[in-house]
């Protein structure tokens, strides 16, 4: 299936998608470069704990040095993927109300066979858009833990940084 055909079978008939297409795309990208954040932040923190050893012209890692915790290195970088699921709240309610605009009835979507093809039209396209936009930001936070595990030395990491995550206190 076409993206054209896909989108003319899950939006309104007749609306102008590029405008959407081109916030939904924009939004991604935005969302996408902002969560890069978190590896500037990752690789100033990570510079810190090794210092240049003048005899040997080498990075040694300092002794005690404990590299900060992985939520507060992300902190909001994910941010961008939630704010473009919320404005999908937005794209709903448009979609919506283009319906009962001049001669393009809500009664008429209301008398098709399919009961459904008013929602399918309204809803499909926003909720899957916002659940591409969580499933972005779980990979991500996946991606970026296993990055934060796997380059920090493991006598600089504290113990308990997954459960840190969800709140709990270990």
Request: aromatic share 14%; charged share 15%.
């Amino acid at each position: 299936m076409r993206k054209s055909e896909f989108l003319s079978r899950h939006t309104p008939p007749g609306a102008d998608l590029h405008p959407q297409w081109r916030v939904l795309s924009m939004g991604g990208v935005v969302s996408w470069l902002y969560s890069l954040g978190f590896i500037f932040r990752f690789a100033d923190a990570w510079s810190q704990l090794y210092s240049y050893d003048r005899v040997s012209g080498k990075r040694v890692l300092q002794e005690g040095v404990i590299m900060p915790d992985f939520i507060q290195l992300l902190d909001n970088a994910l941010l961008g993927f939630g704010l473009l699921a919320i404005v999908m709240i937005g794209f709903c309610i448009f979609y919506y109300t283009y319906h009962r605009q001049g001669s393009r009835s809500i009664y008429l979507m209301r008398r098709l066979p399919d009961r459904w093809e008013l929602h399918r039209r309204c809803l499909s396209l926003p909720l899957l858009t916002a659940t591409l936009c969580i499933a972005a930001a779980a990979l991500l936070l996946l991606l970026y833990y296993g990055i934060y595990c796997l380059a920090t030395p493991e006598s600089c990491l504290r113990p308990g940084q997954w459960q840190m995550i969800w709140g709990i206190r270990s």
